[in-house]
């Protein structure tokens, strides 16, 4: 289907032979207008991750891939694949290349092999993932995997900028656990609620309480999901529910005294119990309460939301297909049915030739975790990011124990950022705001749909103000249909969409158990942020900007295209596939097996006997409680890191459940560097953080500079960008258009890392 509009990567050549779910990775780039070339013969061919590219019958070696290599801007391959390509990186300097493995080449671990249950073992999600002492619960669908294809392409396409613009090229040894930790739901990320808050060394070894963080109650034809995080949003439910006498004290207004109460969530659930899901969720908006009705996949597809906004479409066959996750100049980004192989014209302005971002200037009015992730990753690669704050309207991601706003969480995901306190309220502010935009090559926001128009700063007033801009807008549902005006969290994305529904233990329809988990969030800041990087490649050749809108729900509808037949999230037909206890306190492995051939090892090895007639993956599946039983009396036997070494060995996908706190002194993570601890000037503890984008030697790491308090650059941030002098930020200030960091809040941050214990 070809749209009227420019496609960011339009005449951009990739060379495609990544296998499985990975070739997901080539898939973004497709949707965003690249020709993608795959060689990987029969692999995967009706899978939708190779919807939009071009299918060839040869393989990598072939003479017609070579020709394909030669033309092209990117390949990706297997790295199995690498090492008879690698050449052309001295050929073509100019080359972007990437080699995929699960956990990198040349590493401790390079020889293990790999599928989605075992990535989420490595990566500590597998450890969060169920409830107490429950059996820990695989994620639904292909997550881990999906969401580090998300982080792969972002890093392709930032080097793929920075190679037109400067001639130099980049190779990234890619690790589908590293893409898996940092996009997925990273422990040591921003928002905290991975850790519940706690420092990752004093967290329970169990999975997590099940809890009324984001409760969920029966309504009268099924569930609904609250949030109630903000003042006003639990000043909205105490409306709806009559303002009851004995929640009126003002200590509700906090989230702890609502968790305390013994009588709140009682009292919720007989609120609820009679009303529809449609009547709560109307009644529920009117009384600004973000609120969602818990829906399956097949719900959501079916839904007048989805009618308007066609995330999903038929193809010639008949099938259903996930049509993209972003819209570019409000065209949706879904694959071509004939992929345009045009040259892609000549680069009109020079780049960086060390991090890909460098000298681009970016406002970032990013909150809680999309909006912080996206801006970020664009600081981690060289981009000057002035976060735009405003007292009266602080992120809410400031909350934290200690007073002048700053937290661990906080720091790791506004890293590589400047903060401008700014007014947009007063005529002056605004004003001052667009000379900003004159200067600045991106604007990022994840309002809901209308927040900036209110202001008098819509898209249009942006874009005549700097026709080069590249705008970056992501909500919860979408900037247009009938829920785009939905207040929303990931909670209550994952709520409507059908993950909610599908995150159960099997034989408890209660045990919903995505309550902590922070999905879609970090993987919709990198689809955004790759949406950003491919407008300003698309500025290279045209000069102008444009606009990328990402909506959550669609990231994780894309990331469940393959259930899309059925409608619903399906179960796995495999066993074994999933996390078995071994001996040790409470210390589990992930186990799966692929085809036979896994299966003849392993039963092999726990002696099940006629494994033989179990052949196919329907009658393992079928066996599923007796495969369990023999695996787990094996297992009983060995401890967590011996049962994986004799698995592993015998070729059987295995791996140990990390816990967080294991992470950054475990074998693996230390040999390739991953996490890096950064000191902080306004914090006693340390912060955790990335070493990189994506492993390679081509790519400056990231800078380190320390996440700011609330407008504490912005008075250098405004010299620097806009010249102003002293005397006239002196008047803006006196004005009340600027807000830099008030005294009193600098001296309780120095008083804090002054007189606090150092931390443990």
């Given at each position: 289907m070809t749209l009227p509009v420019d496609r960011p990567l339009a005449g951009i050549?990739?060379?495609?032979?990544?296998?499985?779910?990975?070739?997901?990775?080539t898939r973004h780039l497709a949707d965003l207008g690249a020709r993608v070339d795959r060689f990987a013969g029969d692999d995967g061919r009706d899978a939708p991750w190779q919807a939009g590219k071009v299918l060839h019958d040869g393989a990598i070696g072939s003479a017609e891939a070579d020709a394909a290599i030669a033309a092209a801007h990117v390949v990706v391959v297997d790295a199995a694949d690498w090492p008879s390509l690698a050449d052309w990186r001295r050929r073509r300097p100019e080359l972007v290349s990437m080699a995929v493995s699960p956990f990198g080449t040349d590493s401790c671990l390079s020889h293990w092999q790999a599928t989605g249950p075992v990535i989420h073992a490595m990566s500590a999600m597998l450890s969060r993932s169920g409830i107490g002492l429950g059996d820990p619960l695989l994620p639904p669908g292909d997550l881990a995997q999906l969401c580090a294809a998300a982080q792969a392409a972002f890093a392709l396409t930032a080097a793929l900028y920075r190679a037109l613009g400067s001639g130099r090229g980049a190779h990234f040894d890619f690790s589908v656990l590293e893409g898996a930790v940092q996009a997925l739901d990273p422990g040591f990320g921003i928002n905290g609620s991975a850790t519940l808050g706690k420092p990752v060394g004093l967290l329970d070894r169990a999975r997590p309480p099940k809890g009324q963080l984001y409760p969920i109650f029966a309504c009268a034809d099924g569930y609904v999901r609250i949030c109630l995080l903000a003042k006003r949003q639990w000043r909205g439910m105490f409306a709806w529910m009559g303002e009851p006498a004995q929640f009126a004290a003002?200590?509700?207004?906090?989230?702890a005294a609502r968790y305390a109460s013994p009588?709140?969530?009682?009292?919720?659930?007989?609120f609820f119990a009679t009303r529809t899901r449609a009547e709560c969720e109307r009644e529920g908006q009117a009384h600004g309460v973000p609120i969602a009705?818990?829906?399956?996949?097949?719900?959501?597809?079916?839904?007048?939301h989805a009618a308007a906004r066609k995330p999903v479409v038929s193809t010639a066959e008949g099938r259903q297909l996930v049509d993209g996750a972003s819209t570019v100049d409000g065209a949706r980004m879904g694959p071509l049915a004939e992929p345009v192989a045009a040259s892609f014209g000549t680069v009109r302005e020079k780049t960086s030739d060390g991090l890909p971002l460098a000298g681009l200037k970016v406002l970032d009015f990013g909150v809680i975790v999309v909006g912080a992730e996206q801006s970020r990753l664009l600081g981690d690669l060289g981009a000057d990011v002035l976060?735009?704050?405003?007292?009266?309207?602080?992120?809410?991601?400031?909350?934290s124990y200690l007073k002048h706003g700053m937290s661990v969480s906080f720091g790791a995901g506004h890293r590589n950022k400047r903060s401008v306190g700014l007014d947009l309220r007063s005529e002056r502010g605004r004003a001052l705001f667009l000379d900003l935009v004159r200067q600045a090559d991106v604007v990022c926001s994840?309002?809901?749909p209308g927040t900036l128009e209110k202001l008098g700063l819509g898209r249009e007033v942006l874009l005549a103000a700097n026709p080069r801009i590249v705008l970056s807008e992501s909500s919860a549902f979408g900037d247009s249909g009938p829920w785009s005006g939905r207040m929303g969290y990931g909670p209550l994305v994952r709520a409507a969409t059908g993950l909610t529904l599908a995150w159960r233990y099997p034989d408890d329809p209660v045990s919903f158990s995505d309550a902590i988990t922070v999905y879609p969030d970090h993987v919709a800041g990198r689809i955004c942020a790759m949406g950003v990087v491919a407008l300003l490649i698309r500025r290279l050749r045209t000069g102008a900007g444009g606009l990328s809108?990402?909506?959550?729900?669609?990231?994780?509808?894309w990331h469940f295209a393959e259930y899309l037949a059925s409608g619903e999230i399906a179960p796995v037909r495999e066993a074994p596939w999933g996390a078995y206890r071994v001996k040790g306190d409470d210390d589990w492995i992930a186990v799966t097996v692929r085809n036979m051939a896994d299966w003849q090892a392993l039963a092999a090895l726990i002696g099940y006997a006629d494994a033989a007639a179990l052949d196919t993956p329907s009658k393992r599946h079928a066996a599923r409680d007796a495969i369990r039983a023999a695996l787990e009396q094996w297992l009983a036997g060995h401890t967590r890191d011996d049962a994986v070494a004799v698995l592993q060995g015998a070729g059987v996908p295995s791996a140990p459940m990390l816990r967080l706190a294991e992470l950054p002194e475990h074998r693996w993570y230390r040999e390739r560097g991953f996490f890096r601890v950064e000191d902080h000037p306004w914090l006693v503890e340390k912060v955790m953080g990335e070493s990189f984008v994506v492993h390679g030697n081509d790519v400056p790491p990231p800078p380190n500079v320390a996440a700011p308090l609330a407008g504490e650059q912005t008075l250098e941030a405004m010299r620097d960008w806009l010249g102003l002098t002293d005397d006239a930020l002196a008047d803006l200030v006196a004005q009340g258009v600027l807000e830099p960091t008030g005294?009193?809040?600098?001296?309780?941050?120095?008083?804090?890392v002054a007189t606090a214990p150092a931390a443990a």
């Open positions: 050549r990739i060379v495609d032979a990544v296998g499985g779910p990975l070739a997901a990775i003002p200590e509700f207004d906090t989230m009588d709140l969530i009682p009292y919720l659930a007989a009705g818990l829906r399956s996949m097949a719900e959501f597809v079916a839904s007048d976060k735009i704050e405003s007292q009266a309207f602080p992120d809410g991601s400031r909350q994840n309002f809901k809108c990402v909506s959550q729900a669609e990231v994780m509808l005294e009193a809040l600098l001296a309780e941050a120095q008083r804090h």
